[in-house]
C-alpha cells in the first residue's frame, strides 16, 4: 500500500468511519470494506447485498461530503456496482470501476422515508440536481455522469473520485 493510500486511512479514521481492510480484488490500491455500510453518516448500501468494498479515495471523498449530502434529506446512496471489471464504452482502456475508484448509483433513500430512483426520478428531483451539482462543486470527483450525458447512463450516476485531493480539512 502507498503512502498516498495510508494518508487516506488516516483521514478516514478522522472521519469516525468503522473500516477495515478490504481483500485485494482485482486493481483497487487501498481496499477498505466498510462495517455498518456507514460514510460519516451517510448509508452505502448495496443493491444487490454484496460486501462494500472500494478504494479508499473513493470512500473518503463521500465520508468528507457526508454533512452536506445529509444536508440534502440524503440518507443512503443505493449503488449497482464499485468493484467490476469493465472497459470504458467502444474503447479497450479499462474503467476506473477497476480501481475501485468509480460507484454507479441507482437510487437514494431520503430522511422522509421516500427512495428516489434515478431512471425514473431524475428529471423532475430537486434534490437529484442538487446532488450533482454538490458532487461536482467538491472538485473531489474526477468524472461525474448522469441521464443526458450519454446514452450509456441513463439510469443511473457514474462517479469517480480522484486519487489526489488538494484540499485541507
Ligand atoms: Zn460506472
Redesign the pocket.
Known sequence: MRRRGYECLRSLTQLNVKWRRGNVIGRIATPVELRDSDLNGVKIVSLFKRRTVMDCHLARAIAMNAPAILNLGITAIQFS?IHRY?RMPRSRRL???NLGL???IWSFRTKSGRTLVVARDFRRSRTLHKFIRLMRKTKMFRSI?YPGNDR??QD?F???AKMWVTRRW
Open positions: 456496482s469493465s474503467s476506473r470501476h468509480a460507484i454507479d455522469l450509456h447512463h443511473h457514474h462517479l469517480e
